[in-house]
């Protein structure tokens, strides 16, 4: 007790008040640095500013992707119900051109030959044509070299023969008219002759 300071015992009486944790964080406390503590406290709060922002942001942006998500599905509804009804209404058109043209064969079966011939003779020349087109770009690297002007003749040529062709259907059409109207002629002149004997 002789030993004991007046100093010692009021130390000790100053951290008989605190429990033993709480007298480690102090000494930690006196360790740190404080401006360094503040520091860090500050950086905390600009980050904090800095969320809340974002997180602002973010749910603006999450709204109005929203009400433009539910304008573009109201809009996407409207599009894909008028496609359904053009749909509908395509069907219906196609079912009546067919009954059409069973109407039409019925009746009219010389007719309906001739227009379907000459309806794939039209056809073929754009076949032909879609065709020479993706020939030639198949073809194209290896002609690059090779092209004059003797080897772009033909195409005019081709175009003759197309011509051609079409004269030819053109006059086998009002050949197989002028028969029709041949054969009406003589069977009316044979009714006038039975008329007349």
Sequence with gaps: MANETPESDFSIECFQNYSAPEVFVQGLAGIVDQSDVEMIIRAQKTMLQRFEKTTEMLTNCNQLSASRFRAASTEFKKHTQLLLD???DLEYIFKKIR????????QYPEAYKIAIEAA????KPSEDIEEAKISASRTQP??????STET??????????KAKRREKERSEVKK?????SETESASSGDDSSSDTG
């Design 86 to 88: 053009m749909k509908k």
């Design 142 to 147: 290896k002609m690059v070299t090779t092209v």
């Design 176 to 180: 197989t008219n002028s028969s029709s």
């Design 120 to 123: 794939a003779a039209k056809q």
């Design 99 to 106: 009954a059409i043209k069973t109407k039409l064969s019925t």
């Design 152 to 161: 772009l003749k033909p195409s005019t040529s081709e175009e003759g023969k």
